[in-house]
């Protein structure tokens, strides 16, 4: 799934149990179109215990479809496009039908 999103975005769940919550994306998967944001989606794990380390009830990020975030630009939700500026291509975020260029 093709996305303007990046790693280390700061972006807002917009639906779901942690609508609202904030965070950095740690990862993308493009393939199934999902993302996990830091600190949000949290679930509980069973993890087996190894050679490596204890297992136990470990708490961790699940991911979260990418039609369920929306990037955050001086604090407001906004959408993301892109621009030709001097023939180069930069992201830009909309917000409130104003264009600012984020990279």
Known sequence: MKTKLKKGDRVVIIAGKDKGKEGNITFINRKDGRVVVEGCNKVT???????GNQGGLIEREAPVHISN???VHNGKPARLGVQINDGKKVRVAIVNKERFVID
């Open 45 to 51: 794990k069973h993890q087996k215990a190894n050679a």
């Open 69 to 71: 975030v929306m990037y």
